[in-house]
């Protein structure tokens, strides 16, 4: 050890040796299970930069908790079923956090985490601050970042969804159709996701020819309400849209409650396509063409890679992403011709 370094965590030692946590556990606690070039490096690390021994945790327990920016509508369903299906194949069981919308998780919550020394933590759509990181490596439990909000940091694994190519595949089958008065509404303007979409959308429209006009650019929040007001706003424009992409499977709801207000029928005056394909809005009247984003399967991949970091092993990659797919039905038509 040099004299000008202070030892390292083994979070630090990890990210260095570009290995798990778990991993720098087995290491310096002389476990077998680690192959001869990845221990000879991370040995190394330590005589370069030293390791201050921290208290080994307890076995952790057969629980895999699951923290929600918010426990609303279909989407935390779609996702705990993904993470119930195999979690109940290795016998866990799956606890639940409710943020309330936050978007990082409290220091409260660290510490029931801390406490109940679960299997691991998949955070949905919500991350946690570089502090919180930290304590959870120094305890040995992973964390996979499912649908983040944001660009994930310090190489912290995540499953995502491919959204860029569902905005554009969801303006592409409407500008098939002959639509060129396309609005979009977005999610919030923080939101991965959401800019992801809103890119894919400008993208079809520019290799199509078709200007894209501000004023077609309704922000939402991802919200029933949020896609009632914008749609309003758009569909009381003197050169109204004749599409509306909503990013998201509830906004989508909230334009068909404003085109029912104004005496709009779907898809006679208006199309309108989603982003989700959550399993009420086949039953939306008409049923709703969407985007599908397997958010089951994105589940059960990240529940996958969690237990694979649980038990030590390297994963081949950090980023995994699941194609999205169009599923037309009956809310989307070409536009009405002129009155004659």
């Known amino acids: ?8 965590t083994i979070a630090q030692l990890a990210e260095l040796a570009g290995v798990s946590t778990a991993t720098v556990s087995k290491v310096v606690n002389g476990r077998s299970e680690v192959s001869s070039g990845t221990r000879a490096a991370v040995e190394e690390l330590i005589r370069q930069h030293g390791y201050r021994r921290q208290r080994r945790r307890s076995t952790a327990a057969a629980l895999v908790e699951l ?16 993470v ?13 956090s409710d943020l309330h919308h936050d978007r990082t998780a409290g220091d409260a919550w660290l510490k029931g985490v801390l406490r109940r020394r679960p299997s691991g933590v998949i955070a949905v759509f919500s991350g946690l601050t570089e502090t919180q990181h930290e304590q959870l490596a120094r305890r040995e439990i992973p964390l996979i970042l499912l649908d983040p909000a944001d660009a994930p940091v310090r190489n912290i694994p995540s499953v995502g969804a491919g959204n860029w190519n569902g905005g554009l595949t969801a303006t592409r089958h409407l500008l098939e159709l002959g639509h060129r008065r396309i609005a979009i509404i977005t999610g919030p303007d923080s939101a991965l ?12 429209l520019d290799m199509a020819g078709v200007p894209v006009d501000p004023e077609l650019v309704g922000r939402g929040d991802f919200l029933i309400e949020g896609g009632l007001t914008e749609a309003h706003r758009l569909l009381r424009l003197p050169d109204r849209p004749t599409a509306i992409f909503a990013t998201n499977d509830g906004q989508a709801i909230g334009v068909y409650h404003a085109a029912h207000q104004l005496g709009l029928r779907i898809p006679g005056d208006l199309s ?9 809005v086949r039953w939306a009247i008409p049923p709703l063409t969407t985007i599908r984003q397997p958010l089951a399967e994105m589940a059960a991949a990240a ?20 194609a999205t797919e169009l599923v037309i039905r009956k809310s989307t038509a070409p536009p009405a011709l002129p009155p004659t």
């Open 1 to 8: 050890m040099t004299a000008e370094s202070s030892p390292l």
């Open 67 to 82: 923290v929600f920016h918010a426990l609303e509508g279909d989407y935390p369903v779609e996702i705990t079923k993904g």
């Open 272 to 280: 309108v396509i989603g982003f989700d394909d959550m399993p009420s």
């Open 193 to 204: 996701s959401s800019r992801a979409r809103l890119d894919g959308y400008r993208t079809a």
């Open 84 to 96: 119930a299906e195999v979690a109940r194949e290795h016998e866990l069981m799956v606890g639940i």
């Open 303 to 322: 529940t996958s890679m969690l237990l694979r970091l649980a038990h030590g092993e390297q994963l081949p990659q950090s980023r995994v992403e699941l």
